[in-house]
C-alpha cells in the first residue's frame, strides 16, 4: 500500500530516528499532493490531548494508555514537536497545537541521555507520536502502517528483526515490529508498536542497547487507563 511518505518521513524517520542516531541531518520531505482527505475524513479524528507526566508515569487518557519513564532519564518531548513543526516546513513560530486535526503530534520524547551528548553506548528511547488517520487514504489496519514504516526505518540502515506480528494486549489491536541496526561495535534495536486510537495512528518506538533491555521498556506500556494523578506536569506545549 503506497501512502505518502512525507508524513512518516516527518514523524518517524526525522523524529524517532534522526535524533536517536548520530546527529544526521533531516531529509526534506516532499512536496505536498494536490489531493486533500475529505471533510467528513478530517472530523472523524477527535482532538486529542498530549498526555501529562506524573510520578514517573506519562498518561494519556484521549488515547487510553500509560507508559513508565526510567528514572533518570531526560524529556525531549518540546524540541522534538518544534522539529517536526520545521521538518514539515509549517509555518507556525511555535510547537503546533493538539486541537489540529490532521497533524501529527509528538506525544512523548525521553532518552537515556542528552541525544547531543555522547557516550559509549546506544542512546535508549522512547518516542510517541500520533497522527491522523486521513492522512494515509486506505489504511485500514494498524498492519498497514508497517509497510511504509518498514521502508522508512530500513533506508536509516535499519535491517528486519521481526517482521510485523500481532500484539495485542485485550480489546485493543496493536501490531509490533522488531528492527536493528549495527553502530560499530554497538547493536541498536528498536521495538514499533502501532495502534488505531480514535481516528490517529498511534505509533510507539523503544529504542535500546540489547533485546532485553528493549522489552523491559515495551513492558512499561499499558492500555489500563489509571487514575489520574494529582498535579502532574502538563505536556502541552505553552501558549
Not at 532518552?111 to 535508549?124: I, K, L, Q, Y
Not at 528492527?179 to 560499530?184: D, N
Amino acid at each position: 500500500m503506497n501512502f505518502r511518505l512525507a508524513h512518516i518521513f516527518s514523524v518517524l524517520a526525522i523524529v524517532l530516528l534522526v535524533h536517536v542516531l548520530e546527529a544526521q541531518e533531516a531529509s526534506k520531505p516532499p512536496a505536498q499532493s494536490s489531493s486533500r482527505p475529505s471533510a467528513k475524513a478530517r472530523a472523524q479524528a477527535s482532538n486529542p490531548d498530549f498526555g501529562s507526566v506524573a510520578d514517573g508515569v506519562y498518561r494519556n487518557p484521549f488515547f487510553g494508555f500509560s507508559c513508565k519513564i526510567p528514572f533518570g532519564w531526560v524529556e525531549r518531548t518540546a524540541d522534538m514537536r518544534q522539529n517536526d513543526v520545521r521538518g514539515n516546513e509549517m509555518p507556525e513560530t511555535g510547537p503546533r497545537k493538539a486541537d489540529e486535526p490532521g497533524k501529527s503530534l509528538v506525544l512523548l520524547s525521553v532518552f537515556a541521555r542528552p541525544p547531543d551528548a555522547s557516550g559509549g553506548t546506544v542512546n535508549s528511547a522512547v518516542v510517541i507520536a500520533a497522527e491522523s488517520v486521513s492522512s494515509y487514504p486506505g489504511l485500514k489496519t494498524a498492519a498497514d502502517y508497517f509497510a511504509p514504516l518498514t521502508e522508512v526505518t530500513m533506508a536509516k540502515g535499519f535491517k528486519v528483526v521481526n517482521e510485523p506480528y500481532d500484539f495485542s494486549r485485550g480489546a485493543n489491536q496493536v501490531m509490533r515490529g522488531d528492527f536493528s541496526k549495527e553502530l560499530g561495535t554497538l547493536t541498536m534495536h528498536q521495538a514499533s508498536l502501532v495502534t488505531l486510537r480514535k481516528g490517529y495512528v498511534v505509533s510507539f518506538t523503544f529504542i535500546g542497547g540489547s533485546e532485553d533491555e528493549v522489552q523491559a521498556l515495551v513492558e512499561g506500556l499499558s492500555f489500563a487507563s489509571p487514575q489520574k494523578a494529582a498535579n502532574p506536569k502538563s505536556l502541552s506545549p505553552k501558549q
